[in-house]
C-alpha cells in the first residue's frame, strides 16, 4: 500500500477508519455512496489531536493501543484505535471540544 499523508494524516489510517465506521460514529449516519468511493460529508480524525503527538508519547498513552498502526514508524497515535469518522456537521464542534468523547458513556456534550 502507498503511504500517502492527506493533511498530516496517513491514507492508511483514513481507509482504516472509514472501513471500521462505515458512517458517522457520533450521529450514525451512514455513507451511503461510500462504496463509489464517495465520503465527502464525512471526515476521519484522531480522538487524541495528531498535533499534540509529543503529549500522546510524553505520557505514553500508546500503551492502550492494542491494533498498531499499518506502518510502525507511523506510531500507535495513527491507529485506528485513535480514530474516528465524523460527519462534516459535527467535526467544527468536535474540533472546537463542544463534543467530547468519553468512553465510559460514549458520547458528552458540553
Known amino acids: 500500500m502507498t503511504w500517502l ?17 462505515g458512517g458517522c460514529a457520533i450521529t450514525g449516519r451512514r455513507g451511503e455512496r461510500a462504496s463509489f468511493g464517495s465520503w465527502e460529508s464525512f471526515q476521519v480524525t484522531h480522538i487524541f489531536p495528531l498535533s499534540q503527538e509529543g503529549l500522546w ?17 507511523d506510531g ?11 460527519g462534516r456537521e459535527i467535526s467544527e464542534a468536535f474540533d472546537a471540544y463542544d463534543v467530547t468523547i468519553n468512553p465510559d458513556v460514549r458520547m458528552c456534550r458540553s
Do not use: C, M
Open 57 to 73: 508519547n510524553d505520557f505514553g498513552y500508546g500503551h492502550w493501543i492494542t491494533i498498531p498502526p499499518a506502518k510502525d514508524s
Open 5 to 21: 499523508k492527506l493533511g498530516g494524516y496517513a491514507k492508511s489510517f483514513i481507509d482504516a477508519v472509514r472501513e471500521r465506521d
Open 76 to 86: 500507535s497515535i495513527n491507529s485506528v484505535q485513535n480514530g474516528i469518522l465524523i
